[in-house]
Nanobody, 115 residues
Framework: QVQLVESGGGLVQPGGSLRLSCAAS????????MGWYRQAPGKERELVAS???????NYAESVKGRFTISRDSAKSTVYLQMNGLQPEDTAVYYC?????????WGQGTQVTVFS
């Protein structure tokens, strides 16, 4: 059974940076897309950023210019570099690795931006 393990979350002040990592316990083949989602208290889960197998990236408007998604497909690992963090970025961040046969989700990592 494949598991996705996220790391890199934590507490940071406004303007700070964090780098999230998501690694699969086993190599995943036929990856279609990799992405990061987040869910703040009382809100629905939303897409933050994604990257396709071909390298096309997509970002939520709220994070454009601040966050960067990257991947190492050989290691079935996806990263999210977050710069210029703001209190509204506070949420649990989840990674997802999508295949045509189904998706894998991580357990989530907390990111808290506080003054």
């Amino acid at each position: 059974q494949v598991q996705l393990v996220e790391s890199g979350g934590g507490l940071v002040q406004p303007g700070g940076s964090l780098r999230l990592s998501c690694a699969a316990s086993l190599r995943i083949f036929s990856i279609r897309i990799m992405g990061w989602y987040r869910q703040a208290p009382g809100k629905e889960r939303e897409l933050v950023a994604s990257i396709t197998n071909g390298g096309t990236t997509n970002y939520a408007e709220s994070v454009k210019g601040r966050f960067t998604i990257s991947r190492d497909s050989a290691k079935s690992t996806v990263y999210l570099q977050m710069n210029g963090l703001q209190p509204e970025d506070t949420a649990v961040y989840y990674c997802k690795i999508g295949r045509f046969s189904g998706d894998y989700w991580g357990q989530g990592t907390q990111v808290t931006v506080f003054s």
